[in-house]
């Protein structure tokens, strides 16, 4: 389904380039002038796109002389037509003088967007205006403006003030593309900062985003009175993994922890990647030990990575009683990792803080 449309140029008698005119009734010229000039201020003042587009429809329904009129967005890239605030409409569906203007004009089209460009003139219930924004990659239709026609009074192309119609026309679709293109915008910055603030190996968060929530998870619990619990886990001998096997091995073995990780934690915790075989979780709450537990089980059923099994160790703390600061709290926990490097592998090691695991022992 083509997205685009061309408006082709002619030439009027004084030697002017015009655009051919689109079913339309303009008015007394009094009302034009102003309803122009309304409609840039509209574009010009920055309102969100629903309060633009609402107010160019107000003033090409003036300009028209139409009873109701509405604007419709069009993604050329799937066909669909949607409101303002991104959410799909059928827009022949339902009763109404709207949806009546598009049953009847529709019958025009080879599909519902083809031969926008030559749907024009003759007696009509109403008009559908493609709203087109041009430039050097030639003419791409973001959206449309339906326009109902006043019962008696049938549409006409051959009104002289019909350039007015389409100027607002234009207007609103200039109003379209700043939009997608802020959003467009908005949505590469997020994914830049979400890259600057992810492992790029394993996709889950870094060392500063994990230090940052460990922050905030402190904060609420330290003012909730609730309590809050992290945990370290290590991956068991990467460094010898990488020697023996590769690093593409050890890469992969990292990559099956972290999807591992992440598929066993709870939604509210936060798992992030800390260290070269380092990777941690926050969990408010009391569960830290079960969590620990269970990630390290499910590592254990993983299926050889390359002729590796992996495994891991855990080390875990609690807050209040293993620290009280983001820096405590983290010592308490390499302390408790630190045993359970000794102890061996698959060990889950907790502190005084872990009334349910016992200090240095394996469980």
Do not use: K
Not at 84 to 113: F, S
Not at 132 to 148: M, S, W, Y
Not at 235 to 264: F, P, Y
């Amino acid at each position: 389904m083509p997205n685009s449309c061309q408006r082709a140029s002619q030439r009027g008698d004084d030697g002017r380039q015009v655009r051919p005119y689109h079913p339309s009734v303009i008015n007394d010229r009094t009302q034009t002038v102003p309803s122009l000039f309304d409609a840039v201020r509209a574009l010009a003042r920055g309102d969100d796109l629903e309060t633009t587009l609402a107010s160019l429809c107000v003033q090409a329904c003036a300009v028209s002389g139409a009873p109701a009129g509405g604007i419709l967005l069009y993604d050329g890239g799937s066909g669909q037509l949607s409101d303002a605030a991104g959410e799909q409409v059928d827009a022949a569906a339902g009763d109404g003088p709207l949806a009546d203007v598009i049953r009847e004009r529709a019958a025009a089209w080879d599909a519902p967007l083809q031969g926008l460009s030559t749907v024009v003139g003759g007696a009509a219930r109403g008009a559908i205006i493609p709203l087109v924004r041009e430039d050097q990659a030639g003419a791409t239709v973001e959206g449309l403006l339906i326009l109902a026609a006043a019962p008696g009074s049938p549409l006409s192309a051959d009104a002289p003030d019909v350039e007015t119609l389409l100027a607002i026309a234009d207007l609103a679709a200039v109003a379209i593309r700043q939009e997608r293109l802020r959003s467009t915008s908005a949505e590469a910055v997020a994914y830049q900062e979400r890259l600057s603030r992810t492992d790029p190996l394993t996709g889950l968060a870094d060392r500063h985003t994990f230090g940052q929530m460990l922050e905030l998870e402190l904060a609420r619990a330290t003012r909730l009175g609730t309590s809050l619990a992290i945990a370290i886990f290590d991956v068991d001998d990467l460094a010898t993994i990488n020697e023996q096997h590769g690093q593409g091995v050890g890469d992969d073995v990292l990559r099956s922890v972290a999807a591992t990780l992440a598929d066993q934690v709870r939604l509210v915790d936060t798992v992030a990647r800390i260290g070269p075989d380092e990777f941690g979780v926050i969990a408010p709450g009391d569960s830290i030990g079960m969590v620990a537990r269970r990630v390290r089980d499910a590592v254990a059923d993983l299926p050889p990575i390359g002729g590796v099994q992996a495994s891991i160790r855990a080390g875990v703390a609690h807050h209040p009683e293993d620290g009280t600061s983001s820096g405590d709290l983290l010592d308490a926990a390499r302390v408790a990792i630190a045993r359970a490097r000794v102890e061996g592998a698959g060990t889950v090691v907790g502190l005084r803080g872990m009334p349910d695991l016992e200090a240095s022992a394996p469980i």
